[in-house]
């Protein structure tokens, strides 16, 4: 997944830093995504059947991740195809993970104001 990051000096005590994600989808990893699912689930205290059954329907929509290219069929065997409906849904749960791990120990620590 490739960053671009912005860095505009507002005054001398504050900063503007935006970033923007390109290729997010195909650089999401599948195994990644099962992991990052399973810490939502448990940190929700979903009951443990619910969370194993999520978690392998998770799976089995993911194997059968394939995407159509110039009359041709692929299938990515470490990230997710664009095309498929649950990306979106998908890419939301993996930011939304970084948000929790590293945005919000920054906004706590007043690292960062907003």
């Known amino acids: 997944m490739a960053l671009d990051l912005h860095n ?3 005054n001398e ?5 935006t970033l923007d994600i390109k290729d997010l ?4 990893p599948v195994q990644g995504i099962i992991q990052i699912t ?4 448990n940190k929700d205290s979903c009951d443990n059947t619910i969370t194993e059954q999520t978690l392998h329907i998770l799976e089995i929509i993911l194997k059968q991740n394939y995407f159509q290219y110039n ?6 065997d470490k990230c997710i195809a664009m095309g498929l409906p649950i990306s979106s849904t998908l890419a ?7 948000e929790e791990i590293y945005v919000k120990h920054w906004l706590e620590n007043r690292e960062i104001i907003l």
């Open 25 to 28: 989808y195909v650089n999401l």
């Open 8 to 10: 505009i000096r507002t």
């Open 38 to 41: 399973k810490f939502w689930l």
């Open 71 to 76: 009359g041709q069929y692929y299938q990515p």
């Open 13 to 17: 005590n504050h900063k503007l830093i």
């Open 92 to 98: 939301e749960i993996y930011l939304q993970y970084l």
